[in-house]
């Protein structure tokens, strides 16, 4: 695997609220100190997660541009066994899958196919939805996931306009192309909604909810399974309903 020293640091996420449902796309991209340069977010309309994936990744690889060197971080592995692994012999086979059947997004991985030909990327895989997790995978989820909510594309140049950011109201993102963004919840691929650290007996607001992939800590200190349903938190994590 070539070196990731100097590289772009990008991460690319899809969300959608259903499967499929109201979908969108998002990048980050950093420099190789870290620091984040700009995102970008965009709607699909109705779609499927692994179109918003795979739009995501096909986003950021126009952005950078013919001969960037890049890190590209990413929590489906679908899309990069799609555009890595799977990609020769769907070429071989003539975009037909070992089941002889049509390979599903074939437009979208044959773009992604012609644009890594110009580039350098370098994939890493990072787990979805984890407290304390990758910082850029989790800038481009709830820039995804705002999008996916209001249907509006949102862009920025620092990572605190990212929807979501603690003490900064979802949906406060600059809108691109100069509309107002209308987004009023913040979550991830296939999930969204939440409210802040929990009061008592109050009630807790409805929120979008997601079968937690891995196990983890919610913000009130408890743990949660692989399996059991999560939301995203005002805090920017991912916790028990109860407590958003």
């Not at 089941?99 to 030909?117: F, H, Q, S, T």
């Not at 990212?162 to 999930?191: E, H, I, L």
């Not at 939440?194 to 937690?212: L, V």
């Amino acid at each position: 695997m070539s070196s990731t020293q100097n590289r772009l640091i990008a991460a690319c996420d899809g969300a959608t609220k259903g499967n499929p449902g109201p979908s969108a796309w998002a990048w980050v991209l950093a420099d190789a100190d870290g620091t984040v340069l700009r995102w970008r977010s965009g709607p699909l309309g109705h779609a499927t997660n692994n179109i918003a994936e795979l739009t995501a990744l096909r986003e950021l690889l126009v952005e950078v541009g013919v001969g960037a060197r890049v890190e590209a971080r990413l929590d489906s592995q679908y899309t990069i066994n799609a555009v890595t692994k799977w990609l020769p012999s769907w070429k071989k086979n003539g975009w037909m899958t070992a089941g002889k059947k049509p390979v599903a997004n074939a437009d979208l991985i044959r773009e992604i196919d012609a644009l890594l030909g110009s580039r350098d990327v370098v994939f890493v895989h990072v787990a979805a939805h984890q407290v304390n997790g990758d910082p850029y995978n989790d800038l481009a989820d709830r820039a995804a996931s705002a999008s996916a909510i209001s249907q509006q594309a949102l862009a920025g140049s620092d990572a605190s306009q990212v929807p979501g950011t603690p003490d900064r109201p979802a949906g406060s993102g600059r809108a691109s192309g100069g509309g107002g963004a209308k987004s009023s919840s913040k979550s991830s691929s296939g999930g969204g909604g939440g409210g802040g650290g929990g009061g008592g007996d109050a009630k807790p607001r409805k929120a979008f909810t997601i079968q937690a992939k891995f196990a983890g800590t919610c913000s009130c200190g408890q743990g949660y399974d692989a399996g059991e349903k999560i939301t995203k938190l005002d805090s920017g994590r991912w916790g028990h309903p109860a407590c958003a």
